[in-house]
C-alpha cells in the first residue's frame, strides 16, 4: 500500500466536512432551498472577496472565469496590457487575442515580479488602454505580482480597470479587492478555496460594470450580466453546479470559523517552514523575489532532473507534486501549501523531498530541512 497526499497547486485536498456536504441529495436549483443556499454562500463570497460587489458564480474551471473577464470587457480592436511572467500571465495574452483585442504585453522574467512603474509607463505611453491583466500569484514560477501597487496606478488611469486572476491568492494572502481597488478579481474552486474543480468566481466594481455597459460582448455563456441579473435573485443564467456551491457553503463556513487573518497567517507560517526548510536543506528557491505564500517553487540542484523528483516524489512516496512549465521543464518542482493544508503538510513534504533527492544522488542531510520547518513550526 501506499497512502497518497495532494501536495500540487491545484487541484488541492477536500475537507472531509466538505466532501460529506457534497454527498447529499441533489436539490433543484429552482426551488426554495437552492434560493436559500445560494443566498448564504453569495453573501459568504463578498466577505471572502473582501467587496460590497456582487461576486459571480460559473460553472466552469478558473479559466472560464478568466475568459469572461476578457469577453465582457472588451471588444474588438479594443487594446489591453497583459503582464507575462509565466504560463498563467501568457494565457491573459492568448485570451484578449482570441477575442480581438490588441495586447501589449509586458514580459517578466519568469520567476520575477512585475515592477509596478513598468505598468505606469506603458499605460502612460498608451492611455487608450481598457484593461490591465496581471496574475496576484503566478503558479507557474510560484511569485506574487504586488496587486495593491497596481491598483493604486490603474486606479489613477481614468476608466482603466484592472483585471487580478487572483486562483492562487484569494483564501491564502490578504486582497482587499474594494479598498485597493481591484476592479475584477476571478479565482476557481480547486485551489485555495479546497473543493473538487468546477466553479470559477468573479467580482465585478461598478467601474468595471460601466466598462462592460460599452463592450460588445461576443460570449454567450459567460454573459456577466445576464449572470448578475439572475444571481441578484438568487438564480443563475444556467443549471448551477449545485453540487459544489452546496461544498461552497461548508468552505466558507470553515474559513469563517479561523477567520480571515487567521487563514492568511497560517498559509503565511507553512509557506515560510516550506522555504526556509529548502534553503536549510541547500535547495534554491527558483523566485528571485516576492515568493508566492500558495506555493513553493523550488530550483532542482545541479545535475538532478526536476522531473524525475517529482515523479519520484510520486512514485517512491505517493506525493504528487508538480513539475516546471516550457522552458523551466526539469529545472523546477512545485509543491503546494494553499487551502485544506496544516503544519504536518509541510513536514511531509519537506521530508519526502530530502530523502527523493537524497536517492537522485545528490548530497544532503537528512532531516536538515525538517528540523528548520519543525523550528518555524513550533515557534508559531
Ligand atoms: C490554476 C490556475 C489557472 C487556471 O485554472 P483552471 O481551473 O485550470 O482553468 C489560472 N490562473 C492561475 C494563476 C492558476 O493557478
Known amino acids: 500500500m501506499i497512502k497518497r497526499y495532494l501536495l500540487a497547486p491545484g487541484p488541492t485536498p477536500v475537507p472531509p466536512e466538505v466532501l460529506l456536504a457534497m454527498a447529499r441529495p441533489m436539490i433543484h436549483h429552482r426551488a426554495p432551498e437552492f434560493d436559500k443556499l445560494f443566498a448564504e454562500v453569495r453573501d459568504g463570497l463578498k466577505w471572502l472577496f473582501q467587496t460590497q460587489s456582487d461576486v ?204 480571515l487573518s487567521a487563514v492568511f497567517n497560517r498559509q503565511a507560517n507553512l509557506a515560510k517552514a516550506m522555504r526556509e526548510g529548502m534553503q536549510a536543506a541547500g535547495l534554491a528557491l527558483f523566485p528571485k523575489e516576492s515568493p508566492s505564500d500558495a506555493l513553493t517553487a523550488i530550483s532542482a540542484p545541479e545535475g538532478v532532473d526536476g522531473q524525475a523528483i517529482y515523479k519520484n516524489l510520486r512514485t517512491q512516496y505517493g506525493i504528487t507534486a508538480a513539475g516546471g512549465q516550457d522552458h523551466l521543464k526539469g529545472k523546477i518542482f512545485r509543491l503546494s501549501h494553499m487551502g485544506y493544508m496544516d503544519r504536518f503538510d509541510v513536514i511531509v513534504a519537506m521530508a519526502a523531498t530530502e530523502m527523493v533527492i537524497k536517492g537522485l544522488g545528490h548530497p544532503i542531510k537528512l532531516g536538515s530541512g525538517v528540523a528548520k520547518a519543525q523550528e518555524i513550526l513550533m515557534a508559531k
Not at 117 to 141: C, F, N
Not at 145 to 162: F, P, Y
Open 56 to 259: 459571480l458564480m460559473l460553472a466552469s474551471s478558473g479559466t472560464g472565469g478568466m475568459e469572461g473577464a476578457v469577453s465582457n470587457f472588451l471588444s474588438p480592436g479594443d487594446k489591453a496590457l497583459t503582464v507575462n511572467g509565466g504560463k498563467f500571465g501568457e494565457r491573459w495574452g492568448k485570451l484578449c487575442k482570441a477575442f480581438g483585442a490588441q495586447v501589449t504585453e509586458l514580459k517578466v522574467e519568469w520567476g520575477r515580479a512585475v515592477d509596478p512603474q513598468a505598468v505606469s509607463d506603458a499605460l502612460k505611453k498608451d492611455p487608450a488602454i481598457k484593461a490591465v491583466y496581471v496574475q496576484a500569484s503566478e503558479t507557474s514560477t510560484g511569485v506574487a505580482h504586488d496587486v495593491q501597487a497596481l491598483a493604486k496606478i490603474v486606479k489613477a488611469h481614468g476608466e482603466t480597470i484592472l483585471v487580478v486572476d487572483a486562483i492562487t491568492a484569494l483564501g491564502v494572502f490578504d486582497i482587499k479587492t474594494d479598498e485597493w481597488g481591484i476592479d475584477v478579481v476571478v479565482t476557481g474552486s480547486q485551489k485555495a478555496l479546497m473543493l473538487p474543480p468546477g466553479l470559477a468566481f468573479v467580482s465585478v466594481s461598478e467601474k468595471a460594470w460601466q466598462l462592460a455597459d460599452k463592450a460588445k460582448n461576443t460570449s454567450f455563456y459567460f454573459n456577466f450580466k445576464r449572470e448578475r441579473d439572475n444571481q441578484q435573485k438568487n438564480q443563475t443564467a444556467y443549471t448551477p453546479a449545485v453540487s459544489l456551491i452546496i461544498g461552497l457553503q461548508e468552505v466558507l463556513k470553515m474559513l469563517k470559523a479561523e477567520g
